[in-house]
């Protein structure tokens, strides 16, 4: 789907990187909590000049986290919303939150698929999927596969914010 019009604005965001705006359809349909939190994030401004402190080549770029570092997030845990992997699974665009082991622990950081990694489907919230503007998805800057994917110097998102409430 290209056609911004077919969007429920309400349930889109737009997350600005350097190279231009992506386009991210909610699923609250599969995660109405995690949904819900994201954009409640991105209406306080919380994703602004956050970091994608962790990027895979061929895998996924992961950001949210206020610190940086990997181990920060808003302070509000969130149980799993996980959906079998016959409803949704993990691919280019796919949108799913980072967690520590424990399935109950996501909170505001989320990665966003470069490719298939069907191991993680049934593992992780996915809440949306990236309709428009993945190639600018594909230029966030990558980490070295020697730390895990952790980026010196990285990308940030330059603002996120629901579609219904965009001024521009």
Same mark, same amino acid.
């Not at 990665?111 to 230029?139: C, H, K, P």
């Given at each position: 789907?290209?056609?911004?019009?077919?969007?429920?604005?309400?349930?889109?965001?737009?997350?600005?990187?350097?190279?231009?705006?992506?386009?991210?359809?909610?699923?609250?349909?599969?995660?109405?909590?995690?949904?819900?939190?994201?954009?409640?994030?991105?209406?306080?401004?919380?994703?602004?000049?956050?970091?994608?402190?962790? !990027?895979? #080549? /061929?895998?996924?770029?992961?950001?949210?986290?206020?610190? +940086? *570092?990997?181990?920060?997030?808003?302070?509000? &845990?969130?149980?799993?919303?996980?959906?079998?992997?016959?409803?949704?699974?993990?691919?280019?665009?796919?949108?799913?939150?980072?967690?520590?082991?424990?399935?109950?622990?996501?909170?505001?950081?989320?990665?966003?698929?470069?490719?298939?990694?069907?191991?993680?489907?049934?593992?992780?919230?996915?809440?949306?999927? !990236?309709? #428009? /503007?993945?190639?600018?998805?594909?230029?966030?800057?990558? +980490? *070295?596969?020697?730390?895990?994917?952790?980026? &010196?110097?990285?990308?940030?998102?330059?603002?996120?914010?629901?579609?219904?409430?965009?001024?521009?």
């Amino acid at each position: 789907m290209s056609d911004k019009t077919e969007l429920d604005l309400e349930n889109t965001l737009y997350l600005d990187l350097k190279d231009g705006r992506v386009v991210i359809k909610l699923l609250p349909d599969l995660a109405p909590n995690h949904v819900a939190r994201i954009k409640e994030l991105a209406r306080e401004g919380f994703y602004d000049g956050v970091v994608f402190h962790r !990027v895979i #080549e /061929g895998f996924m770029a992961q950001g949210g986290d206020p610190t +940086g *570092s990997g181990m920060g997030g808003s302070g509000k &845990k969130l149980e799993q919303e996980f959906s079998h992997p016959s409803v949704a699974k993990h691919v280019r665009g796919t949108c799913s939150m980072a967690r520590s082991q424990s399935p109950n622990s996501a909170d505001s950081q989320f990665f966003i698929m470069f490719d298939e990694a069907r191991s993680l489907d049934g593992q992780y919230t996915i809440w949306g999927e !990236v309709v #428009e /503007g993945m190639d600018f998805v594909d230029n966030i800057k990558k +980490g *070295s596969s020697f730390a895990n994917g952790t980026v &010196k110097d990285p990308d940030s998102i330059v603002r996120m914010q629901v579609a219904a409430d965009a001024k521009e």
